[in-house]
Protein backbone atom coordinates (compact mmCIF):
# COMPACT_ATOMS: atom_id res chain seq x y z
CA UNK A 1 0.00 0.00 0.00
CA UNK A 2 1.24 3.47 -1.11
CA UNK A 3 1.69 5.76 1.94
CA UNK A 4 -0.57 8.63 2.39
CA UNK A 5 0.29 11.75 0.71
CA UNK A 6 2.56 14.18 3.18
CA UNK A 7 2.24 17.94 3.92
CA UNK A 8 5.07 19.72 5.70
CA UNK A 9 3.35 23.24 7.08
CA UNK A 10 5.94 26.35 8.78
CA UNK A 11 3.73 28.76 10.55
CA UNK A 12 1.35 27.94 12.49
CA UNK A 13 -0.10 31.05 13.42
CA UNK A 14 -3.81 32.66 13.22
CA UNK A 15 -3.65 31.26 9.12
CA UNK A 16 -2.02 28.66 9.61
CA UNK A 17 -4.26 27.07 11.91
CA UNK A 18 -7.30 27.61 10.39
CA UNK A 19 -6.02 25.78 7.07
CA UNK A 20 -4.90 22.80 9.80
CA UNK A 21 -8.11 22.51 11.29
CA UNK A 22 -9.95 22.57 7.43
CA UNK A 23 -7.22 19.85 7.01
CA UNK A 24 -8.23 17.62 9.20
CA UNK A 25 -11.76 17.84 9.31
CA UNK A 26 -11.53 15.92 5.57
CA UNK A 27 -12.03 12.31 4.63
CA UNK A 28 -9.26 11.61 2.25
CA UNK A 29 -5.84 10.56 3.70
CA UNK A 30 -3.06 12.76 4.88
CA UNK A 31 -0.07 12.76 6.73
CA UNK A 32 0.92 16.25 8.17
CA UNK A 33 4.14 17.90 9.87
CA UNK A 34 4.16 20.85 11.26
CA UNK A 35 7.70 22.37 12.34
CA UNK A 36 7.77 25.21 14.76
CA UNK A 37 10.18 26.92 17.37
CA UNK A 38 7.58 26.39 20.19
CA UNK A 39 7.14 22.71 19.89
CA UNK A 40 4.75 22.92 23.39
CA UNK A 41 2.29 25.50 22.51
CA UNK A 42 2.43 23.90 18.54
CA UNK A 43 1.74 20.57 20.15
CA UNK A 44 -1.20 22.17 22.11
CA UNK A 45 -2.73 23.76 18.92
CA UNK A 46 -2.59 21.05 16.73
CA UNK A 47 -4.02 18.67 19.55
CA UNK A 48 -7.17 21.08 19.45
CA UNK A 49 -7.77 20.64 16.26
CA UNK A 50 -7.16 17.10 15.86
CA UNK A 51 -9.88 16.80 18.70
CA UNK A 52 -12.15 18.62 16.29
CA UNK A 53 -11.66 16.41 13.53
CA UNK A 54 -12.56 13.25 16.17
CA UNK A 55 -15.45 15.01 16.89
CA UNK A 56 -16.71 14.65 13.01
CA UNK A 57 -15.38 10.57 13.31
CA UNK A 58 -11.87 11.82 10.90
CA UNK A 59 -8.57 11.45 12.12
CA UNK A 60 -4.85 12.47 10.66
CA UNK A 61 -1.72 11.74 11.95
CA UNK A 62 -0.04 14.97 12.80
CA UNK A 63 3.50 15.31 13.95
CA UNK A 64 5.27 18.43 15.64
CA UNK A 65 8.91 19.20 14.83
CA UNK A 66 11.70 21.75 15.69
CA UNK A 67 11.90 24.19 12.48
CA UNK A 68 14.15 27.54 12.68
CA UNK A 69 14.19 29.37 9.09
CA UNK A 70 17.28 30.90 10.29
CA UNK A 71 19.11 27.85 9.76
CA UNK A 72 18.54 26.91 6.48
CA UNK A 73 21.01 24.01 6.66
CA UNK A 74 18.97 22.69 9.71
CA UNK A 75 15.75 23.19 7.94
CA UNK A 76 16.62 21.43 4.72
CA UNK A 77 17.90 18.23 6.84
CA UNK A 78 14.19 18.15 8.15
CA UNK A 79 12.72 18.62 5.09
CA UNK A 80 14.85 15.80 3.46
CA UNK A 81 13.91 13.14 6.26
CA UNK A 82 10.21 13.45 6.27
CA UNK A 83 9.72 13.55 2.21
CA UNK A 84 6.49 16.08 1.79
CA UNK A 85 4.91 15.74 -1.47
CA UNK A 86 3.63 19.45 -0.29
CA UNK A 87 5.28 22.19 1.79
CA UNK A 88 2.78 25.21 2.53
CA UNK A 89 4.22 28.18 4.65
CA UNK A 90 2.11 30.88 5.97
CA UNK A 91 5.34 32.56 8.24
CA UNK A 92 5.74 35.94 8.37
CA UNK A 93 8.00 38.46 9.96
CA UNK A 94 4.99 41.21 11.01
CA UNK A 95 1.55 39.51 9.91
CA UNK A 96 -0.67 42.43 7.59
CA UNK A 97 -3.39 42.94 10.87
CA UNK A 98 -0.74 44.08 13.14
CA UNK A 99 -0.89 47.69 11.69
CA UNK A 100 -4.91 47.51 12.05
CA UNK A 101 -4.21 47.99 15.95
CA UNK A 102 -3.43 51.46 15.59
CA UNK A 103 -5.99 54.38 16.08
CA UNK A 104 -8.34 54.94 13.32
CA UNK A 105 -6.77 57.78 11.76
CA UNK A 106 -3.51 56.95 12.27
CA UNK A 107 -4.06 53.22 10.25
CA UNK A 108 -5.34 55.01 7.91
CA UNK A 109 -2.86 57.79 6.90
CA UNK A 110 -0.62 54.81 7.16
CA UNK A 111 -2.34 52.55 5.10
CA UNK A 112 -1.87 54.70 2.33
CA UNK A 113 1.43 53.39 1.89
CA UNK A 114 0.02 50.34 0.83
CA UNK A 115 1.26 46.63 1.10
CA UNK A 116 5.03 47.14 -1.33
CA UNK A 117 6.92 48.70 1.41
CA UNK A 118 6.15 45.77 4.03
CA UNK A 119 8.08 43.30 1.77
CA UNK A 120 11.32 42.67 3.53
CA UNK A 121 8.58 41.33 6.88
CA UNK A 122 7.04 38.69 4.58
CA UNK A 123 9.88 38.03 1.84
CA UNK A 124 12.80 36.99 3.93
CA UNK A 125 10.94 33.94 5.92
CA UNK A 126 9.93 32.41 2.29
CA UNK A 127 13.34 33.36 0.63
CA UNK A 128 14.64 30.93 3.45
CA UNK A 129 12.53 28.25 3.20
CA UNK A 130 12.54 28.22 -0.52
CA UNK A 131 16.99 27.92 0.01
CA UNK A 132 16.30 25.25 2.72
CA UNK A 133 13.67 23.13 0.01
CA UNK A 134 16.19 23.86 -2.97
CA UNK A 135 19.41 22.03 -0.32
CA UNK A 136 16.47 19.24 0.55
CA UNK A 137 17.08 17.11 -2.58
CA UNK A 138 13.13 16.73 -3.13
CA UNK A 139 12.96 17.33 -6.72
CA UNK A 140 9.79 17.02 -6.57
CA UNK A 141 8.09 18.48 -3.86
CA UNK A 142 5.52 21.80 -4.17
CA UNK A 143 5.50 24.96 -2.21
CA UNK A 144 2.76 27.09 -1.57
CA UNK A 145 3.23 30.45 0.35
CA UNK A 146 0.56 32.87 1.86
CA UNK A 147 2.65 35.47 2.89
CA UNK A 148 2.55 38.34 0.19
CA UNK A 149 2.87 35.87 -3.12
CA UNK A 150 2.50 38.72 -5.58
CA UNK A 151 5.05 40.42 -5.08
CA UNK A 152 7.85 37.74 -3.32
CA UNK A 153 7.38 35.14 -5.72
CA UNK A 154 8.72 37.41 -8.76
CA UNK A 155 11.41 38.38 -6.51
CA UNK A 156 12.50 35.18 -5.51
CA UNK A 157 12.18 33.79 -9.14
CA UNK A 158 15.23 35.85 -9.95
CA UNK A 159 17.14 33.50 -7.93
CA UNK A 160 15.20 30.60 -9.37
CA UNK A 161 13.74 30.30 -5.85
CA UNK A 162 9.89 31.08 -6.79
CA UNK A 163 7.70 28.88 -4.87
CA UNK A 164 5.05 26.89 -6.96
CA UNK A 165 2.25 28.88 -6.09
CA UNK A 166 0.23 31.28 -3.04
CA UNK A 167 -2.55 31.77 -1.85
CA UNK A 168 -5.16 34.60 -1.14
CA UNK A 169 -5.71 37.94 -2.87
CA UNK A 170 -6.44 37.14 -5.95
CA UNK A 171 -8.80 34.12 -4.70
CA UNK A 172 -10.82 36.01 -1.80
CA UNK A 173 -12.38 38.17 -3.67
CA UNK A 174 -13.79 35.96 -6.48
CA UNK A 175 -16.89 34.15 -4.38
CA UNK A 176 -18.46 37.81 -3.81
CA UNK A 177 -18.01 38.48 -7.35
CA UNK A 178 -19.52 35.59 -8.64
CA UNK A 179 -22.71 36.59 -6.18
CA UNK A 180 -22.36 39.70 -7.59
CA UNK A 181 -22.42 38.73 -11.24
CA UNK A 182 -25.01 36.43 -10.79
CA UNK A 183 -27.13 39.28 -9.04
CA UNK A 184 -26.28 41.27 -11.77
CA UNK A 185 -27.88 38.72 -14.41
CA UNK A 186 -30.94 37.77 -12.47
CA UNK A 187 -29.64 34.59 -11.57
CA UNK A 188 -30.40 33.09 -8.23
CA UNK A 189 -27.94 30.15 -8.37
CA UNK A 190 -23.86 31.96 -7.98
CA UNK A 191 -22.40 28.07 -8.61
CA UNK A 192 -23.96 28.83 -12.30
CA UNK A 193 -21.44 32.04 -12.50
CA UNK A 194 -17.82 31.38 -13.16
CA UNK A 195 -14.92 34.31 -13.21
CA UNK A 196 -11.62 34.81 -14.68
CA UNK A 197 -10.14 37.36 -13.01
CA UNK A 198 -6.41 38.69 -12.92
CA UNK A 199 -5.37 41.42 -10.47
CA UNK A 200 -3.00 42.23 -8.17
CA UNK A 201 -3.33 43.04 -4.47
CA UNK A 202 -3.63 46.08 -5.08
CA UNK A 203 -6.87 45.46 -6.27
CA UNK A 204 -8.13 42.77 -4.26
CA UNK A 205 -7.46 44.63 -1.25
CA UNK A 206 -8.76 47.77 -2.68
CA UNK A 207 -11.79 46.79 -4.21
CA UNK A 208 -14.36 44.89 -1.07
CA UNK A 209 -13.38 47.85 0.95
CA UNK A 210 -14.01 50.73 -1.78
CA UNK A 211 -16.44 49.10 -4.50
CA UNK A 212 -14.27 50.87 -6.88
CA UNK A 213 -10.81 49.93 -8.86
CA UNK A 214 -9.25 53.04 -8.15
CA UNK A 215 -7.22 52.77 -11.34
CA UNK A 216 -5.97 49.55 -10.40
CA UNK A 217 -5.46 47.60 -14.15
CA UNK A 218 -7.06 43.71 -13.96
CA UNK A 219 -8.80 42.18 -16.42
CA UNK A 220 -12.17 39.93 -16.06
CA UNK A 221 -13.88 37.22 -17.44
CA UNK A 222 -17.32 36.26 -16.52
CA UNK A 223 -19.14 33.18 -17.67
CA UNK A 224 -23.02 32.23 -16.93
CA UNK A 225 -23.80 28.21 -17.95
CA UNK A 226 -20.18 28.66 -19.81
CA UNK A 227 -21.85 31.10 -21.96
CA UNK A 228 -19.44 34.31 -22.26
CA UNK A 229 -21.12 37.31 -20.25
CA UNK A 230 -18.74 39.48 -19.66
CA UNK A 231 -19.98 42.28 -22.33
CA UNK A 232 -23.34 42.52 -20.75
CA UNK A 233 -21.86 43.34 -17.40
CA UNK A 234 -20.55 46.33 -15.53
CA UNK A 235 -17.66 45.80 -13.77
CA UNK A 236 -17.46 48.71 -11.85
CA UNK A 237 -21.26 48.09 -10.69
CA UNK A 238 -20.11 44.61 -9.66
CA UNK A 239 -17.19 45.66 -7.48
CA UNK A 240 -19.57 48.20 -6.02
CA UNK A 241 -21.91 45.02 -5.09
CA UNK A 242 -19.28 43.60 -3.88
CA UNK A 243 -18.27 46.42 -0.95
CA UNK A 244 -22.25 46.73 -0.45
CA UNK A 245 -24.68 43.95 -0.74
CA UNK A 246 -21.77 41.25 -0.56
CA UNK A 247 -19.68 42.69 1.55
CA UNK A 248 -18.06 40.60 4.21
CA UNK A 249 -16.51 40.51 7.16
CA UNK A 250 -12.68 41.38 7.24
CA UNK A 251 -9.93 41.40 9.41
CA UNK A 252 -8.70 38.37 11.51
CA UNK A 253 -11.95 36.29 10.86
CA UNK A 254 -11.02 37.08 7.05
CA UNK A 255 -8.67 35.15 7.22
CA UNK A 256 -10.86 32.01 6.88
CA UNK A 257 -11.18 33.19 3.35
CA UNK A 258 -7.50 32.87 2.77
CA UNK A 259 -7.87 29.40 4.61
CA UNK A 260 -10.10 28.14 2.05
CA UNK A 261 -8.30 29.07 -0.63
CA UNK A 262 -5.34 27.36 1.00
CA UNK A 263 -7.24 24.43 0.93
CA UNK A 264 -8.29 24.44 -2.25
CA UNK A 265 -5.04 25.03 -3.85
CA UNK A 266 -3.20 21.82 -1.58
CA UNK A 267 -6.11 19.51 -1.97
CA UNK A 268 -5.67 19.86 -5.66
CA UNK A 269 -1.58 19.41 -5.25
CA UNK A 270 -2.04 16.20 -3.25
CA UNK A 271 -4.83 14.58 -4.90
CA UNK A 272 -6.00 13.26 -8.33
CA UNK A 273 -7.43 15.82 -10.59
CA UNK A 274 -7.51 19.40 -12.75
CA UNK A 275 -9.13 21.57 -11.19
CA UNK A 276 -9.79 26.03 -12.18
CA UNK A 277 -8.58 28.20 -9.51
CA UNK A 278 -6.75 31.76 -8.47
CA UNK A 279 -3.76 31.89 -7.27
CA UNK A 280 -1.13 34.61 -6.50
CA UNK A 281 2.43 34.48 -7.84
CA UNK A 282 2.19 31.16 -9.30
CA UNK A 283 5.22 29.95 -10.51
CA UNK A 284 7.25 33.50 -9.56
CA UNK A 285 4.36 35.75 -11.48
CA UNK A 286 3.37 38.91 -10.51
CA UNK A 287 -0.11 39.39 -9.18
CA UNK A 288 -2.74 37.13 -9.06
CA UNK A 289 -4.12 34.73 -11.88
CA UNK A 290 -6.57 32.08 -12.45
CA UNK A 291 -4.90 28.52 -12.90
CA UNK A 292 -5.05 24.91 -13.61
CA UNK A 293 -4.22 23.18 -10.24
CA UNK A 294 -3.35 19.22 -10.44
CA UNK A 295 -0.58 16.73 -8.70
CA UNK A 296 1.66 18.02 -11.29
CA UNK A 297 2.01 22.24 -9.86
CA UNK A 298 0.19 25.00 -10.96
CA UNK A 299 -0.46 26.48 -14.55
CA UNK A 300 -1.52 29.79 -15.41
CA UNK A 301 -4.64 29.70 -17.64
CA UNK A 302 -4.46 32.48 -20.12
CA UNK A 303 -8.31 33.39 -21.59
CA UNK A 304 -8.52 33.22 -25.48
CA UNK A 305 -7.63 37.21 -26.78
CA UNK A 306 -5.63 37.75 -23.94
CA UNK A 307 -1.63 36.81 -24.19
CA UNK A 308 0.53 35.87 -20.98
CA UNK A 309 2.75 39.23 -21.58
CA UNK A 310 -0.38 41.71 -21.34
CA UNK A 311 -1.15 40.08 -18.50
CA UNK A 312 1.94 40.09 -16.59
CA UNK A 313 1.81 43.82 -17.63
CA UNK A 314 -1.66 44.36 -15.78
CA UNK A 315 -0.14 42.75 -12.48
CA UNK A 316 3.11 44.62 -12.60
CA UNK A 317 0.66 47.97 -12.76
CA UNK A 318 -1.01 46.94 -10.00
CA UNK A 319 2.37 46.41 -8.55
CA UNK A 320 3.23 49.87 -8.49
CA UNK A 321 0.85 51.09 -7.30
CA UNK A 322 1.42 48.50 -4.45
CA UNK A 323 4.50 50.43 -3.36
CA UNK A 324 6.74 48.41 -5.69
CA UNK A 325 8.19 50.23 -8.44
CA UNK A 326 10.05 47.38 -10.17
CA UNK A 327 12.03 44.17 -9.66
CA UNK A 328 14.83 43.48 -11.54
CA UNK A 329 16.44 40.73 -13.05
CA UNK A 330 19.20 40.78 -10.51
CA UNK A 331 16.64 40.24 -7.30
CA UNK A 332 16.89 44.01 -6.42
CA UNK A 333 13.19 46.15 -5.55
CA UNK A 334 12.45 49.26 -6.00
CA UNK A 335 10.14 50.79 -4.47
CA UNK A 336 7.88 53.49 -5.44
CA UNK A 337 8.61 56.79 -4.27
CA UNK A 338 5.26 58.07 -2.90
CA UNK A 339 4.43 55.11 -1.33
CA UNK A 340 7.93 54.99 0.78
CA UNK A 341 7.26 58.83 1.75
CA UNK A 342 4.60 58.09 3.61
CA UNK A 343 6.44 55.23 5.20
CA UNK A 344 9.29 58.12 5.52
CA UNK A 345 7.03 60.64 7.49
CA UNK A 346 5.26 57.87 10.18
CA UNK A 347 7.57 55.77 10.71
CA UNK A 348 11.09 56.19 9.62
CA UNK A 349 11.75 53.65 7.13
CA UNK A 350 13.30 55.26 3.55
CA UNK A 351 14.58 52.81 1.28
CA UNK A 352 14.75 53.60 -2.25
CA UNK A 353 15.89 49.68 -3.51
CA UNK A 354 16.91 46.46 -1.57
CA UNK A 355 18.52 43.23 -2.86
CA UNK A 356 16.92 40.30 -2.30
CA UNK A 357 19.50 39.09 -0.09
CA UNK A 358 19.10 41.94 2.32
CA UNK A 359 15.72 41.61 3.31
CA UNK A 360 16.38 40.27 6.67
CA UNK A 361 18.29 42.80 8.14
CA UNK A 362 15.57 45.48 6.64
CA UNK A 363 13.08 43.13 8.13
CA UNK A 364 14.79 43.08 11.37
CA UNK A 365 15.72 47.30 11.51
CA UNK A 366 11.48 48.02 9.92
CA UNK A 367 10.18 45.79 12.80
CA UNK A 368 12.14 48.07 14.94
CA UNK A 369 10.93 50.88 13.37
CA UNK A 370 7.33 50.29 13.70
CA UNK A 371 7.43 48.81 17.18
CA UNK A 372 8.46 52.05 18.37
CA UNK A 373 6.28 54.13 16.21
CA UNK A 374 2.92 52.25 17.59
CA UNK A 375 4.21 52.73 21.30
CA UNK A 376 4.05 56.46 20.39
CA UNK A 377 1.01 55.92 19.82
CA UNK A 378 0.09 54.46 22.97
CA UNK A 379 0.20 50.44 21.18
CA UNK A 380 1.97 48.26 23.72
Same mark, same amino acid.
Given at each position: +??????????????????????LLRRSARLEVVVGARDLE $????????????????????????????????????????????????????????? #? #??????????? $??????????????????? $??? %?????????????????????????????? %??????????? #?????????????????? $????????? !?????????RTGRSDGAPYRLRVMHRR???????????????????????????? !???????????????????????? %??GPGGLPGGWAVYVDRRGV?????????????????????????????????????????? %?? +??? +????????????????????????????????? #??
Amino acid at each position: +MTRSPRLFIVGLGDLGLHVLGLLLRRSARLEVVVGARDLE $LTQRRVRLQQLIALQHDRWHRVDVVPVDLSDVAATAETLARHEPDVVFTAASRQSWR #I #ITALPRDVFDE $LDRAQFGPWLPMHLWPVHQ $LMK %AVAASGLPRVKTVNAAFPDACHPVLATAGL %APTTGVGNVAN #IVPALRCAAAHALGASDP $LETQVMLYA !QHFFTHGVPRTGRSDGAPYRLRVMHRREDVTERLDAEELFGLVATRFKRQGGRPG !QQLTAGSALRVLDALLEDGRRVLH %APGPGGLPGGWAVYVDRRGVTPLVPEGLSREELVEVNEGGQRLDGIERIDDDGTVHFAAPNM %AI +MKR +MIGWDVACLHLDEMGEAAVELGKRYRAFARSQG #IV
